[in-house]
Nanobody
Framework: QVQLVESGGGLVQAGGSLRLSCAASGIIFRRYTMAWYRQAPGKQRELVAAITSGGNTNYADSVKGRFTISRDNAKNTVYLQMNSLKPEDTAVYYC?????????WGQGTQVTGSS
């Protein structure tokens, strides 16, 4: 029932910007914390940003000041605005939520920051 669908990835020159979107269905969206993770080749999946049902946010140190997570509960969508992209931001980005103790992931979207 729960489905997360990411979009918005692409190839951007270093210093550029992208906005990722994640559309959720099958949940009462406004009740849940939403998060973005990323996984680069050969590396562990890591938390990038999270936003609670109340709008509180948390960011990895590596993206603070550059990325912004937001949500639109009316659209059941969470966003990740990525500015000042660096080559080290290159990864597959995944939308995530936890519902009733079960972890749900989107299919992922590729982000490449070229040097």
């Amino acid at each position: 029932q729960v489905q997360l669908v990411e979009s918005g990835g692409g190839l951007v020159q270093a210093g550029g910007s992208l906005r990722l979107s994640c559309a959720a269905s099958g949940i009462i969206f406004r009740r849940y914390t939403m998060a973005w993770y990323r996984q680069a080749p050969g590396k562990q999946r890591e938390l990038v940003a999270a936003i609670t049902s109340g709008g509180n946010t948390n960011y990895a140190d590596s993206v603070k000041g550059r990325f912004t997570i937001s949500r639109d509960n009316a659209k059941n969508t969470v966003y990740l605005q990525m500015n000042s992209l660096k080559p080290e931001d290159t990864a597959v980005y995944y939308c995530n939520t936890v519902v009733g103790g079960l972890i749900y992931w989107g299919q992922g979207t590729q982000v490449t920051g070229s040097s």
